[in-house]
């Protein structure tokens, strides 16, 4: 069973910091590239940031300098430490496993909505 699990979202106002956090299946957490993705009301799915088996990690543009993805891989899980939140970072974030190359190894949690508001 492959199992993707996100908490840690809610509201936070402008500046401020959540954390999320993806519990994965053990069968496939250490050989997936994990990331974060995230959905605003009327736009496109965007990638936020993936990290690899070997800890390096990828951001989109927007978020470098605020978002660090970090994983514990005695935990199964995947962190979003996500600071200096703007508005603009309102929206469903969604923890994701993938392996390059395989498209049918592709795995979604549920999402948690993160919203920045004052």
């Known amino acids: 069973q492959v199992q993707l699990v996100e908490s840690g979202g809610g509201l936070v106002q402008p500046g401020g910091s959540l954390r999320l956090s993806c519990a994965a299946s053990?069968?496939?957490?250490?050989?997936?590239?994990m990331g974060w993705y995230r959905q605003a009301p009327g736009k496109e799915r965007e990638l936020v940031a993936r990290?690899?088996?070997?800890?390096?990690?990828t951001r989109a543009d927007s978020v470098k300098g605020r978002f660090t993805i970090s994983r514990d891989n005695d935990k199964n899980t995947v962190y979003l430490q996500m600071n200096s939140l703007k508005p603009e970072d309102t929206a469903v974030y969604y923890c994701n496993a993938m392996r390059l190359g395989l498209s049918a190894y592709n795995y979604w949690g549920q999402g948690t909505q993160v919203t920045v508001s004052s």
């Open positions: 053990a069968n496939i957490f250490s050989i997936s590239i």
């Open positions: 990290i690899f088996s070997s800890g390096a990690t």
